[in-house]
């Protein structure tokens, strides 16, 4: 567990946290959405949920907040964002976080339950490179219990559409230096402001000792996540919502 401060603002952490995300991502509820509609649809509403790669915990926070009965697992590696998922979340019952390198290969022995209703992420696995992905999918299909769910909502291009992508990139990135200049944050300067803050400096300091500026992983396309996790062990898999540059895919085991 990472060492959090009694009375720190964490909300405001959180908050700033989500308003980051959504400068890249303003489709970033919606998937949401979409991914616990599917949850609800397939494993009820009490499931049991690990929180994949979580963050600050933005998936538990929307999950809790939908289905009061769910219980959640944080896992990541990342010491700042744990920190302020530990200090949103303190005094919850239903969430707990684990500390955890996905790229371990016995990282799972760690989780305090051996399965799972649904294991849920997003925006975080593009920081794997694929053969890494691929041995963490395979991993997955003993973790989510049958007639479980594993959801991936991240970066997935569609590479036989160049035209489409380019126009697709070029609006994003104009509406995006709109909201730059009119005072959002970007992921740079939240680090940036993450370092500044005392309660944040040293977890954000070792944050960055581990990954450096950013980390330098594969987006395949959802068609891959889809043949991967059938490859381990899940029965069916499809795309389940799209954009035009991310996808929502499911595998059910």
């Known amino acids: 567990m990472t060492e959090t401060v009694a009375g720190a603002d964490w909300q405001a952490w959180q908050d700033s946290w989500d308003r980051q995300q959504e400068w890249y991502m303003p489709d970033r509820e919606e ?3 979409v991914m616990l509609d599917m949850v609800e649809a397939l494993v009820g509403t009490a499931p049991r949920v690990l929180d994949l790669a979580c963050g600050t915990g933005s998936i538990s926070d929307r999950l809790l907040k939908r289905f009061p009965e769910a219980e959640s697992v944080g896992v990541d590696l990342d010491p700042a964002l744990l920190a302020i998922a530990e200090g949103y979340f303190a005094g919850d019952a239903r969430v707990r976080f684990v500390r955890a390198d996905l790229k371990d290969p016995s990282w799972t022995a760690q989780l305090p339950h051996t399965s799972y209703d649904a294991v849920l992420t997003a925006t975080a696995l593009h920081w794997l490179h694929t053969e890494d992905l691929r041995g ?3 991993q997955l299909g003993t973790v989510v219990r049958d007639g479980g769910v594993f959801m991936n909502a ?3 291009p569609e590479e036989s559409t160049p035209r489409i992508d380019a126009a697709d990139r070029a609006q994003r990135h104009a509406r995006m230096d709109r909201a730059k200049a009119a005072g959002a944050v970007d992921w740079a300067d939240w680090w940036k402001l993450a370092a500044a803050d ?3 400096a040293g977890p954000t300091a070792e944050r960055f000792e581990i ?3 950013h980390a330098d992983g594969d987006t395949p396309s959802d068609r891959w996540h889809a043949q991967v996790l059938r490859d381990s062990g899940f029965a069916e898999a499809r795309t389940v919502w ?3 540059s991310d996808a929502l895919v499911l595998g059910l085991k």
């Open 31 to 33: 998937r949401f959405r």
């Open 242 to 244: 799209r954009s035009p």
């Open 198 to 200: 005392p309660l944040l």
């Open 154 to 156: 991240d970066h997935m």
């Open 136 to 138: 963490l999918y395979g």
């Open 211 to 213: 990954y450096g500026e």
